[in-house]
């Protein structure tokens, strides 16, 4: 027997047919033996339809407002799971979050979880009670309902799971799993069996929107067992309910991953603008003076790369920031130009950063020097480089987006066989 | 200064333009310095969409699961409205019935209000807060939410108003008033500027649909002056903030009511069905072996009417009842043929119910008298008759409803001048 968090997500959510396949899934773990609690969505489009009804409202609102009715899209869902549960003859309860309670700091609508309680769900086991619990949300220290933020669910299904100490968190959705790259740029991607907490980490924040980065996180502080996989498929078929090894992609701890490749997938991030400033005065603070008033105006800086020009005393600010953003950050910057001190701004919007990420780079080398030999051969301009240790982001053009990928994918032998 | 809780149904709030119209009568109210808490149902039609999802999940679905689903419709609507009352300057805040808390029995779906403590509420009023609250929904015994029953937010706003003490609970709806009668059945219906709450209750349940039974009733007994008035006048048109005659139909104790009519006004419903049971055995608990089986069926029997026949040992005993429910209580009632003892049974679709109502008929007499002569001029056929100390109803065929509504709407002078 074991304790598993089932999470549903909005499109496995989406209508009533899909809740009953959903009920399924969930069935079919409850007839193993096992102990489960399920964690639901709104259903696709719900969310969405609450969020414009907010701001048609008034584009200023209020977040606890905000949360006060974008929270009811989960709440419709988990009572609808529960009813549909029932039906099958299933002992379910729906569980809003203020009454579990899942607790939350006083950020509304974008919320952290505190603390849960596990006893709460603990005495629902006890009971052979699935508790089916509204993701995305939670009880306020103001005593109001708290989100998350968009996509919160997973993290709520991961806490979850971290409060009671499950074996296992099934985070369903409408992918199979983590694959090696996207498969609509690269056919030959591969679905990876397992993947450490770190690289996902990276592969979520890169672009590969399979889990929210927030959840990845908390997983790994709590080693939570996390399963990426689909809710399409047939609830009964041959290994579904396998409780070592069911279909997907299972997100561990490195220890728990024997053969290590040395990369492991290619994630992109599409339009990325590129911000230089030629000749900046090099002294102490002037980052500070660059990247405070950026920070202040919530534009998120990524990859930052600093050269020393000819002369030693001047120098080259060369950083990312979303094409969205690009506008915004060029008449900050022009704004603290006396400030900072420097030549001119370049800019170039459209741009996309190609990531290579493995933990198995750590102990290889010349992984960097494959990744940029072979975009050259195909003629790929690099327009920056940041690395980690376990990861390689390159700046290129837009339009050789795809190309990088396949390239990248093929030359560090992730194709398909 | 006033202490007022406004209500607006759900065709008021339907979308974000009439939720901001609803905003500015608030604002009105709010200007003129009164202390004001609203209370709100869910947008038309998304109330209908949710029952139609837990009936879809399954159709015998648990009361519980249905509450948690349903609710979420009023509380979308309260934290809209919230934000719209925000963004025109007015402090306002939208809370849920588990906060208050509207503690409510367990009867989930169709629950009753326990107690309500008023001091949360004034201690809103005490911030300049426009509280803006659920209706429809409290907090069970069982720490779930619950639902009060279909149109059970006239009943919170009158529960909250008994709670706060309030002057008046203004029920914003899409009439403008109480009127003597159905204005699509007789166009010089006039709109009463008081009416007692007993007529009211009358009138209510006879079919004049403008308010919810269950909330005149709380209305008497905590003696809550209620107008129902329009949500769809200009919120600004002269009068509409008049704090002592607002336009509308103010339901009040019959002291507050100086000059009596004889008769306020006539209610009709529709569909009603007839069942006689000739020639049943006179014996003590007859009445218990007929009606017990229908009350078990959930059959709503409403005019009883028993004759003596000839000999005196057999009667005959006429009763109504919805059409719909008309071929389940023949079948009710054969089945218990034997154990009743009774010839035969006839019965009638599609009759009408037409009722005279008015509290000044307690100290008049012949006010019967004249609706059966008026009645027997025109031809119309009477077939049941049952009285109470402020109504008079009689049951007629179908056909003649709208011509027997317009007759007794002129010969008590109920016509517009």
């Known amino acids: 027997m074991a304790r598993i968090v089932m999470k549903f997500g909005g499109t496995s959510v989406a209508d009533i047919d899909r809740i009953r396949n959903v009920a399924r899934h969930v069935k079919r773990e409850v007839e193993a033996g096992h102990e489960v609690a399920v964690v639901v969505s709104a259903m696709a489009g719900k969310t969405n339809e609450l969020v414009t009804w907010t701001r048609a409202a008034s584009p200023m609102h209020d977040a606890r407002e905000y949360d006060a009715v974008v929270a009811s899209g989960e709440q419709v869902t988990a009572g609808l799971l529960a009813i549909t549960l029932q039906s099958m003859g299933i002992h379910a309860r729906s569980w809003q979050g203020w009454q579990v309670p899942i607790r939350t700091d006083n950020a509304h609508g974008a919320a952290r979880i505190i603390e849960i309680d596990g006893s709460f769900l603990v005495e629902r086991f006890g009971e052979g009670q699935v508790a089916v619990i509204a993701g995305f949300q939670g009880l306020g220290p103001d005593n109001r309902i708290a989100t998350l933020g968009r996509g919160g669910s997973d993290t709520s299904a991961v806490a979850i799971a971290a409060a009671v100490r499950a074996d296992r968190c099934d985070i369903y ?112 603070g002037v980052s500070a003076a660059i990247f405070g008033p950026l920070a202040e105006t919530h534009i998120n800086v990524d990859m930052i790369v600093q050269n020393i020009s000819e002369d ?105 066989h």
């Open 173 to 284: 959705t409408d992918v199979d799993g983590v694959y090696t790259t996207d498969p609509r740029v690269e056919p030959k991607a591969r679905r990876l069996a397992k993947i450490s907490f770190e690289e996902m980490l990276e592969m979520a924040s890169l672009g590969a929107k399979v889990l929210q980065v927030r959840s990845v996180e908390l997983a790994m502080v709590h080693k939570v067992r996390t399963f990426v996989r689909s809710s399409f498929e047939d609830p009964d078929a041959p290994g579904m309910g396998d409780p070592i090894n069911p279909p997907g992609t299972l997100i561990c701890d490195e220890e728990e991953i024997v053969e290590q490749q040395v990369v492991t997938g290619i994630a992109y991030a599409k339009d990325e603008a590129q911000i230089s400033l030629r000749r900046v005065a090099d002294r102490p």
């Open 312 to 416: 030693g005393s001047k120098t080259d600010m060369t950083f990312t920031v979303p094409t969205g953003d690009l506008d915004k950050a060029v008449a900050v910057l022009e704004k603290a130009k006396v400030e900072v001190g420097f030549d001119a701004i370049q800019s170039e919007a459209g741009l996309v950063k190609v990531s290579v990420i493995g933990i198995g780079m750590r102990s290889h080398a010349g992984v960097a020097a494959t990744a940029f030999m072979a975009l050259a051969e195909k003629g790929i301009n690099i327009r920056a480089i940041t690395t980690s240790e376990i990861k390689i982001s390159i700046l290129i053009d837009g339009p050789y987006a795809e190309l990088a990928v396949r390239t990248l994918h093929s030359v560090y032998g992730l194709d398909k």
